[in-house]
């Protein structure tokens, strides 16, 4: 499953970094702000309103980027502020939410048993059947990626842009 982990190194002290990010957050909307947000805005272009994450922000943070479509492969940001010599380091680890790496887990068991049953019993059943369970499990793995790695990515400017000014 998707799981990316990095550091950030920064000047700022413990304190300042985490005003920083907590900066760029606000907490989670509850179901009656998602609605009325989504109504309010619904023919608006720009979906740059507000802080770009939402969570919580101490010596530890557990975000997610506030986006107004619908993505169930956004990461999860979870990290540390850290002293250190030079100032203080952002231990960052994203990674998917566990429902639905649980799901992708089923998915691929699923998929996996499938191929190997019917490369098994190939002689029983049409030739290339195993293709289609193999090409399923192929499609799982780049819907994983292609939603996953790009999320990740511009997850990880914004908190770089955060630290940096």
Request: proline share 7%; charged share 20%; glycine share 6%.
């Amino acid at each position: 499953m998707p799981f990316y982990h990095f550091h950030i190194d920064t000047p700022l002290s413990e304190s300042a970094a985490s005003e920083r990010i907590q900066k760029f957050t606000r907490p989670h909307r509850v179901f009656r702000e998602w609605i009325a947000f989504n109504v309010r805005n619904i023919t608006r272009e720009d979906t740059t309103v507000g802080p770009p994450f939402l969570g919580t922000v101490g010596s530890t943070f557990r975000l997610r980027r506030d986006i107004r479509y619908w993505n169930s492969f956004l990461p999860l940001i979870w990290g540390r502020i850290v002293p250190s010599p030079l100032g203080s380091r952002i231990n960052v680890t994203m990674f998917l939410h566990p429902l639905v790496a649980l799901f992708m887990i089923f998915w691929f068991s699923g998929l996996g048993y499938g191929v190997v049953q019917l490369w098994v019993h190939r002689k029983e059943a049409v030739p290339f059947a195993v293709l289609v369970p193999a090409a399923m499990i192929l499609f799982g793995v780049a819907l994983v990626l292609v939603c996953f790695i790009p999320e990740a990515i511009k997850a990880k400017r914004l908190l770089e842009n955060a630290l940096e000014k």
